[in-house]
């Protein structure tokens, strides 16, 4: 396969770019190539938190670790972390405090943009989250890093949370297949971002691994997910402790409007809500409250049922809606 040079990238359309990656990988898997660099990422963490730190000032954004109850053994480490904005990559090497490879889905235009050059020192694992083959791969990268005894930070929920209703989204369960099949312990790690663009970080304690089977992988997922969600809700008490707490039937008709815009106002390389809903996890076996109440923007006006649009308009409907979805 012929190398593309930076300059031929610069200029390639993003599908030939996203398989032209895709290739890499599958060339370098098919090897059987071991992952570069391991042991000498280990040593470059101490300059890439100081990095993090310029960037924190340049960025205007904070990180604070309000706990960490995990612990540095001789097994390698999994960082199961929350995903909840832009900056919580930053937070989350900041608070594993040790080198650990990211596993970035979907990379797109991050494959032409200066930042990567800072996050190949961190080391990292793209995996095009729609291609099943590439998914494949990217497992079993993640696999034999943990078998060479490097570390990963992966976020299982494979999208920023940017419901309303969910403290953390349903997990899918690569990362417990990647732990147990590489002999890893699992960090849980929650993030959460405050309307001062502070990072909270609470990390808990390591989830050993070494009797847990395969089958049950959506079973563990399930009960990470809830350990992950008793570490945000202790963040969130944190918040309200600083912010003071709001009770829902005084939230704004807008409100869930300006939570969506504080999340994604830092998006960067084309991440946007359409590429997030593409992307999280979705249980078909379950109704989201937004499928349950959609009906309820396009239902038509009839003599049966005119008593319910008096003096009420599209807009009041959207919002009778959003009121159901948040109950």
Same mark, same amino acid.
């Not at 291609?131 to 791969?137: A, S, Y």
């Not at 999208?159 to 997990?171: C, D, F, G, Q, S």
């Given at each position: 396969?012929?190398?593309?040079?930076?300059? =031929?990238?610069?200029?390639?359309?993003?599908?030939?770019?996203?398989?032209?990656?895709?290739?890499?990988? *599958?060339?370098?898997?098919?090897? &059987?190539?071991?992952?570069?660099?391991?042991?000498?990422?280990?040593?470059?963490?101490?300059?890439?938190? #100081?990095?993090?730190?310029?960037? #924190?000032?340049?960025?205007?954004?904070?990180?604070?670790?309000?706990?960490?109850?995990? /612990?540095?053994?001789?097994?390698?480490?999994?960082?199961?972390?929350?995903?909840?904005?832009?900056?919580?990559?930053?937070?989350?090497?900041?608070?594993? *405090?040790?080198?650990?490879?990211?596993?970035?889905?979907?990379?797109?235009?991050?494959?032409?943009?200066? =930042?990567?050059? %800072?996050?190949?020192?961190?080391?990292? !694992?793209?995996?095009? /989250?729609?291609?099943?083959?590439?998914?494949?791969?990217? @497992?079993?990268?993640?696999?034999?890093?943990?078998?060479?005894?490097?570390?990963?930070?992966?976020?299982?929920?494979?999208?920023?949370?940017?419901?309303?209703?969910?403290?953390?989204?349903?997990?899918?369960?690569?990362?417990?297949?990647?732990?147990?099949?590489?002999?890893?312990?699992?960090?849980?790690?929650?993030? =959460?971002?405050?309307?001062?663009?502070?990072?909270?970080?609470?990390?808990?304690?390591?989830?050993?691994?070494?009797?847990? #089977?395969?089958?049950?992988?959506? @079973?563990?997922?399930?009960?990470?997910?809830?350990?992950?969600?008793?570490?945000?809700?202790?963040?969130?008490?944190?918040?309200?402790?600083?912010?003071? &707490?709001?009770?829902?039937?005084?939230?704004?008709?807008?409100?869930? =409007? *300006? %939570?969506?815009? &504080?999340?994604?106002?830092?998006?960067?390389?084309?991440?946007?809500?359409?590429?997030?809903?593409? /992307?999280?996890?979705?249980?078909?076996?379950?109704?989201?409250?937004?499928?349950?109440?959609?009906?309820?923007?396009?239902?038509?006006?009839?003599?049966?049922?005119?008593?319910? %649009?008096?003096?009420? /308009?599209?807009?009041?409907?959207?919002?009778?809606?959003?009121? !159901?979805?948040? #109950?």
């Amino acid at each position: 396969m012929k190398h593309k040079s930076i300059i =031929e990238q610069l200029h390639m359309p993003l599908n030939e770019l996203n398989a032209y990656y895709r290739e890499l990988r *599958k060339i370098a898997y098919e090897a &059987g190539e071991p992952i570069k660099g391991v042991e000498a990422r280990k040593k470059l963490h101490g300059l890439v938190q #100081k990095i993090v730190d310029v960037e #924190k000032l340049m960025e205007g954004f904070k990180v604070e670790v309000l706990s960490d109850e995990s /612990t540095k053994g001789p097994r390698p480490r999994v960082y199961a972390v929350t995903h909840v904005a832009r900056f919580d990559i930053e937070a989350a090497v900041e608070a594993a *405090k040790e080198g650990a490879y990211i596993v970035w889905g979907d990379p797109g235009e991050l494959y032409r943009n200066p =930042e990567r050059i %800072f996050l190949e020192m961190i080391g990292m !694992l793209y995996v095009d /989250t729609d291609n099943k083959e590439d998914r494949h791969i990217s @497992l079993e990268n993640m696999v034999k890093l943990l078998k060479q005894g490097g570390n990963v930070i992966i976020f299982p929920e494979g999208a920023w949370n940017i419901t309303e209703n969910e403290v953390v989204m349903k997990l899918f369960t690569g990362v417990i297949e990647a732990a147990i099949r590489g002999g890893a312990d699992i960090v849980p790690m929650a993030v =959460e971002k405050d309307s001062n663009n502070c990072y909270y970080v609470k990390v808990g304690k390591n989830i050993d691994t070494q009797d847990m #089977k395969l089958e049950d992988k959506r @079973l563990h997922a399930d009960d990470l997910r809830d350990t992950l969600a008793t570490l945000k809700w202790g963040i969130w008490e944190h918040i309200d402790s600083k912010e003071g &707490g709001i009770i829902r039937s005084e939230l704004s008709p807008d409100a869930g =409007e *300006k %939570f969506l815009d &504080g999340i994604m106002k830092d998006s960067d390389n084309g991440y946007t809500t359409d590429v997030i809903n593409a /992307t999280r996890f979705i249980d078909k076996n379950e109704t989201s409250p937004d499928d349950a109440f959609a009906h309820l923007l396009d239902i038509k006006r009839t003599e049966e049922n005119n008593f319910l %649009f008096e003096d009420m /308009t599209k807009e009041d409907r959207k919002r009778l809606a959003r009121v !159901l979805i948040r #109950k």
